[in-house]
Nanobody
Framework: QVRLVESGGGSVQPGGSLRLSCKAS????????VGWFRQAPGREREGVGC????????YYSDSVKGRFTISKDRAENMVYLQMDNLKTEDTAVYYC?????????????????????RGQGTRVTVSS
């Protein structure tokens, strides 16, 4: 059974950094891309970015571009979301997700919240 488990959330001050982890099971990240999306209180889910299964190509939403970096460890079947220069508006529950039919492209980042498989989420709070 496909499973995604996020970890690494917490509280941080504005300007700080966090790294989230996503452990994938029952599928290989070499076969299917993995993305991240977030949901802030009172706001719609927002695609954050994704990493291709074929190589290390990544795409990001405009709201996080230049501050967030997605990477992966193929041997461990894990995907990471490095978040730097965090802002209060980054406060949200973050989810990793995969979809066996959707490629990781710039135009598909917004679709990540609709992916078939997602984890339970990890909460990130940015506050002074």
């Amino acid at each position: 059974q496909v499973r995604l488990v996020e970890s690494g959330g917490g509280s941080v001050q504005p300007g700080g950094s966090l790294r989230l982890s996503c452990k994938a099971s029952a599928f290989s990240i070499d076969s299917y891309p993995v993305g991240w999306f977030r949901q802030a209180p009172g706001r719609e889910r927002e695609g954050v970015g994704c990493i291709s299964n074929r190589d290390y190509t990544t795409y990001y939403s405009d709201s996080v571009k230049g501050r967030f970096t997605i990477s992966k460890d193929r041997a461990e079947n894990m995907v990471y979301l490095q978040m730097d220069n965090l802002k209060t508006e980054d406060t949200a529950v973050y989810y990793c997700a995969t979809d066996f039919e959707t490629r990781c492209r710039a135009e598909t980042v917004r679709m990540i919240p609709l992916h078939d498989y997602r984890g339970q989420g990890t909460r990130v709070t940015v506050s002074s």
